[in-house]
Nanobody, 118 residues
Framework: QVQLVESGGGLVQTGGSLRLSCTAS????????MGWYRQAPGRERESVAL???????NYADSVKGRFIISRGTTKTTVYLQMNGVKPEDTAVYYC????????????WGQGTQVTVSS
C-alpha cells in the first residue's frame, strides 16, 4: 500500500513564505506525477501544481510566479515552495501521487492546513 505523508503547513502572514513537503512510501513502481491540490471552506478542491516524472511542472494561474514545485533526489518526495502568500491561499493542501503502469492509481495525503493572515 502506498502512503503519502505531508508536512509544513501552518500559519503565515501575507507576503510570507512556507514550504510543504510530501513523501511517498510503500511498495510501488513508476510514479507518473505528483502534485498538490487545495480546498478552501465552501469551495471545491482545485489543482495547485504538479510535477511529472521527467520534471515538467504545471501551475494554476492563481499561483504562477509565486509557488514552486520540485522533487527530492529520490523522486518520492515533492515540495511546494509558497512565496508571496495571500489570504486567498488559505486552504487545506493535499498531496497526491499517480502511480502505476498498466493500472494507474491515485493516492492522497491526509492534508495539511495553510492559513494566511492578513
Amino acid at each position: 500500500q502506498v502512503q503519502l505523508v505531508e508536512s509544513g503547513g501552518g500559519l503565515v502572514q501575507t507576503g510570507g513564505s512556507l514550504r510543504l513537503s510530501c513523501t511517498a512510501s510503500g511498495r510501488f513502481f513508476n510514479i507518473i506525477d505528483m502534485g498538490w491540490y487545495r480546498q478552501a471552506p465552501g469551495r471545491e478542491r482545485e489543482s495547485v501544481a504538479l510535477i511529472t516524472r521527467d520534471d515538467t511542472s504545471n501551475y494554476a494561474d492563481s499561483v504562477k510566479g509565486r509557488f514552486i514545485i520540485s522533487r527530492g533526489t529520490t523522486k518520492t518526495t515533492v515540495y511546494l515552495q509558497m512565496n508571496g502568500v495571500k489570504p486567498e491561499d488559505t486552504a487545506v493542501y493535499y498531496c497526491y501521487a499517480r502511480i502505476g503502469t498498466l493500472r494507474i492509481n491515485t493516492y492522497w495525503g491526509q492534508g495539511t492546513q495553510v492559513t494566511v493572515s492578513s
